[in-house]
């Protein structure tokens, strides 16, 4: 058997469980007799161009172990989007150090990559067997049931959401808080994962699956206002309007963009901010607060799904079956089985490559304000075992005295 070289990338924002991936590639590929060497590209495909490598067959397994469990990029990342000639660059140094197999952990972006650098080999005749290795947040890659990294990530937004409404009940108000998604708003939906009792938050959902109405926006906090005495909300951040025009791009002036020339909204709290003002402006409601999520939902340290943390290795583990064992290159996928099991595909680059899913229909409610019974079912087994769950006392009123009803 020809002996081989591995190299192993990550890509795109980090997750809580994407180190899983990694050590799934790592381990699984030391067991085949043929792998010469694993390396690692650090900070991504930027790396790659720079011939920045590590050495991880030199790694020892009980490092390799602990490093899994940490969230974060351990190999960091990057966000840039490699075009044509940037691949080529990418191929050349895959051809100087002979490396057989490359495994790229990212998105859409990511899996876009992957699907260059094999064409560009396969046109050169180069043997070089390319997958792309699922991961992202925002649960938008397409032919997958989820996507690790989501299941820790909505767990996160769910518990977080279940302690602002706490806090809501105590001291009543209007609270907003904007959570990541430009395109699809699973992470937004998962929200609805902290509710307990049928008057808890967040009381309004907004995804960027439904155009985004402020005139409906004000009626809607201030029917639930007048209802309830309170009200809280989720909002995506890529929320847009008739047009398509981010509303964040409408409320605010200067907003900063990122490396593929899109608003930055993640790192900025002004959508919520400007929500807030409208709110207040608007409706005339004293105490109205703002959050932004932001990059602590990704990687947070204390909050991830013990599903996710496995599948998550897996898909690095299989991966690495399906490059020893196939004649094709591809992007592994997550299939749901059973009411909850998973079995894992190999999808061609070009049914995943540059392709964004987004919430289907069903799981969003006729108001497009909330989510359905069937997004709940969905959800709830990623988010793991031992949900911290919420109680209340019991209203068991004492006669007033003085003030007789």
């Given at each position: ?5 591995i ?11 994407i ?10 590929a030391?067991?085949f ?45 990057t ?30 972006d ?15 005749g ?35 959401f ?15 808080a ?34 985004f ?5 004000l ?28 509303i964040?791009s ?7 963009h990122?490396?593929?020339g ?28 703002g959050?932004?999520l932001g ?45 909850y ?44 075992s ?11 009123p ?8």
């Open positions: 058997m020809t002996s081989t070289k190299l192993v990338a990550q890509g795109g924002g980090p997750t809580a469980v180190n899983q991936s990694l050590v799934g590639v790592t381990l699984e030391r067991r007799r043929n792998v010469e060497h694993v390396y690692g590209a650090r900070h991504g495909v930027r790396g790659i161009v720079n011939e920045d490598f590590v050495h991880l067959t030199q790694e020892t397994s009980h490092n390799l172990e602990l490093v899994a469990s940490t969230p974060g990029s351990a190999l960091g990342s966000r840039d989007k490699p075009d044509a000639k940037y691949c080529q660059e990418i191929f050349k140094v895959l051809q100087a150090h002979q490396i057989g197999h490359f495994f790229y952990i990212g998105g859409n990511s899996s876009d990559t992957v699907r260059i650098v094999s064409a560009e080999a396969h046109k050169a180069y043997p070089l067997r390319c997958v792309h290795i699922p991961k992202t947040i925002d649960n938008d890659l397409v032919g997958n049931d989820h996507t690790p990294g989501f299941p820790s990530a909505a767990r996160f937004v769910a518990q977080a279940a302690g602002a409404n706490l806090d809501n009940a105590a001291l009543p108000g209007v609270y907003v904007v959570v990541m998604g430009r395109h699809a708003g699973f992470l937004t939906a998962a929200s609805a994962l902290g509710r307990k009792f049928s008057d808890d938050g967040p009381h309004l959902i907004y995804l960027p699956e439904r155009t109405v402020m005139a409906d926006f009626a809607d906090v201030k029917a639930t206002y007048q209802r309830l005495g309170r009200c809280v909300v989720a909002v995506s951040e890529g929320i847009h309007d008739a047009s398509g025009n981010l964040a409408s409320l605010a002036k200067n907003l900063e990122d490396a593929h899109n608003v930055q909204l993640s790192g900025s709290g002004a959508l919520a901010d400007l929500l807030c003002e409208e709110i207040k402006g608007q409706l005339g409601i004293k105490r109205v607060r959050d932004t990059y602590v939902q990704r990687s947070f340290i204390g909050c991830v799904s013990d599903v996710d943390q496995r599948e998550a290795r897996e898909v690095g583990e299989k991966a690495v079956q399906f490059a020893m064992s196939g004649q094709r290159d591809g992007s592994v996928a997550i299939k749901r089985t059973g009411f099991s998973v079995d894992y595909e190999l999808l061609s680059l070009e049914a995943v490559a540059g392709k964004t899913r987004v919430m289907e229909d069903e799981f969003i409610s006729a108001s497009g304000t909330d989510v359905t019974d069937a997004f709940r079912l969905y959800l709830r087994p990623l988010l793991g031992g949900m911290p769950d919420a109680f209340r006392l019991r209203s068991n004492v006669a007033k005295v003085l003030r007789p009803a």
